[in-house]
């Protein structure tokens, strides 16, 4: 069955750094681009990242442009976000997603938590 399954996420003090990862299974991972977002306590989901199918192209959400970083390893069906100077506006659940816009057919994970605070 289709897996996202993330981690790296945890407690960080400001101006720190965390990798999160996001191994996918039980699908074509090279025919999917792939996303991170993030939702905050009362407010709505939003997209920081995403990544396309080939690592290509990548664009960003204004608020971390210059801080974080999406990539991909296609062959480890593994995508990253690396996070620098963390600000505590930063502290959410982060989700991986998939999709493919041929069939536009997508995929959620379960998320994984950032806390950034001194």
């Known amino acids: 069955q289709v897996q996202l399954v993330e981690s790296g996420g945890g407690l960080v003090q400001p101006g720190g750094s965390l990798r999160l990862s996001c191994a996918a299974s039980g699908f074509t991972f090279s025919n999917y681009a792939m996303s991170w977002y993030r939702q905050a306590p009362g407010k709505e989901r939003e997209l920081v990242a995403r990544?396309?199918?080939?690592?290509?192209?990548?664009n960003y959400a204004d608020s971390v442009k210059g801080r974080f970083n999406i990539s991909r390893d296609n062959a480890k069906n593994t995508v990253y976000l690396l996070m620098n100077s963390l600000k505590p506006e930063d502290t959410a659940v982060y989700y991986c997603?998939?999709?493919?816009?041929?069939?536009?057919?997508?995929?959620w994970g379960q998320g994984t938590q950032v806390i950034v605070s001194s």
């Open positions: 997603n998939a999709v493919r816009y041929v069939t536009m057919t997508g995929y």
């Open positions: 990544i396309t199918s080939t690592g290509g192209s990548t």
